[in-house]
């Protein structure tokens, strides 16, 4: 091994990244080489091609707890958050900053707990943070978001206040959905579960169960969203008949909100998110019931429901997302990155002509949960790794 081979080791983890190649060739070679290091060195498997050319995961940090949400600060530090109620920096380097003080309570239980975390689009004047959370409350517990000044320095919130909290209280600890995107016109889109047991309000106007909306920065609700003044309708709704949308992001030309949602067994979807669309759930699905097998509602079509641009059947378990507009990686801008719980892969999606399919399948052998998925400052895509706890940065070759 050259000098230079194991200070890459050194620095940390690099995997290999493949579109399905590796196997157990790769893991004895990666074996032999953790053999030689001694037992301190983490296994590193050699780099290899994917669609861009050479390039491997390298493992920045390592010690969070269930990481959920990553946001970047204008310095290139990340601000993360942790399941469990924790929200820390991190450096460049890889050190992990003591947990921010000022955080609310959470209902750590299931699904839930502290979760995704951006940045006001002025953060640079107003210093604010967004960030969504299991609010408990008397009956129950809630999908919240909360926004606070972030004082660096401090390691500390301040002047925290609740700017949307789910009108519904209902039990049970799964289904929080909780991405957050500002838009471009300064509005904030937030992602709502259905909570599991509670689906059939998907579909129902009055509830924020299985619902996105959209807010303004303070709270309040746009005039132009689609159901303002609808009797009946809660006005920050912007689409309903969602599952569990758990990876959200901008367009990047056309500045349209898409998501994807978990399915049940199958179904798992991309859609492309417009205002006052329903997007079918649970009548309108390609999943099935779990163990059981059999169709959920009426079938994976009607007329008044938006279909989704791509659907995952078997499920791979979606969660973060990103569209990718840098350079690092030829042949990638423009792309769609979809990190995976359940297949632990790291999808890449592109769009042509109006259709959208599956390109890739990264990261394979390289076997962890993905939950988080950003394009860093850097131009590199970011990826936090709920398995291990760690921050990961794939580096072009």
């Not at 604010?128 to 004082?151: C, H, I, K, N, Y």
């Not at 009108?167 to 929080?176: F, L, T, V």
């Not at 924020?208 to 303004?216: D, E, M, Q």
């Not at 079938?299 to 569209?323: C, K, L, N, Y």
Request: some cysteine; overall charge neutral; hydrophobic content about 40%.
């Amino acid at each position: 091994m050259t000098i230079d081979a194991m200070q890459a080791v050194r620095r940390g983890a690099v995997w290999c990244l493949s579109g399905n190649v590796g196997g157990r060739g790769v893991r004895t070679a990666a074996l032999s080489i953790l053999l030689l290091l001694g037992p301190s060195w983490t296994i590193a498997q050699t780099p290899s091609d994917a669609s861009a050319g050479k390039v491997r995961v390298v493992e920045v940090a390592r010690g969070l707890e269930m990481p959920w949400g990553l946001a970047f600060l204008p310095d290139g530090r990340m601000l993360v958050t942790e399941r469990p109620g924790r929200m820390r920096i991190v450096s460049l380097s890889g050190e992990l900053s003591a947990p921010l003080a000022g955080v609310p309570e959470v209902q750590a239980r299931g699904q839930g707990g502290l979760l995704d975390v951006v940045l006001s689009p002025a953060f640079a004047t107003d210093r604010t943070v967004f960030f969504s959370f299991s609010q408990p409350t008397a009956s129950g517990a809630r999908t919240a978001v909360a926004r606070a000044e972030l004082d660096v320095d401090a390691l500390q919130l301040r002047a925290l206040k609740v700017v949307f909290a789910q009108k519904d209280e209902p039990s049970g600890n799964n289904h929080w959905g909780s991405r957050l995107v500002f838009g471009r016109d300064g509005n904030l889109f937030i992602t709502l579960g259905d909570r599991f047991s509670h689906r059939d309000r998907a579909q129902d106007l009055d509830s924020h169960l299985g619902k996105i909306v959209r807010i303004r920065p303070d709270g309040s609700v746009p005039p132009d969203n689609p159901f303002v003044g609808r009797k009946g309708a809660l006005p920050e709704i912007w689409s309903y008949g969602h599952r569990n949308v758990q990876g959200a992001a901008l367009h990047p030309v056309t500045g349209s909100l898409w998501a994807h949602e978990h399915g049940p067994q199958g179904g798992d979807e991309v859609n492309e998110v417009l205002a006052g669309r329903n997007y079918g759930w649970p009548v309108i699905t390609y999943g099935r019931e779990y163990v059981i097998g059999t169709r959920i509602g009426e079938g994976s079509e009607r007329a008044d429901v938006e279909p989704p641009r791509h659907q995952w059947t078997p499920s791979i378990a979606p969660s973060g997302m990103v569209f990718y507009t840098g350079s690092a990686y030829p042949g990638w801008s423009g792309n769609l990155f979809v990190g995976a719980l359940k297949f632990q892969l790291l999808a890449r999606l592109t769009e042509q002509g109006g259709e959208v399919r599956e390109a890739e399948r990264l990261l394979q052998d390289y076997g962890k949960r993905i939950r988080d998925v950003r394009q860093g400052p850097d131009g590199k895509l970011w990826l936090l790794e709920e398995t291990n706890g760690a921050v990961l940065r794939l580096d072009p070759i």
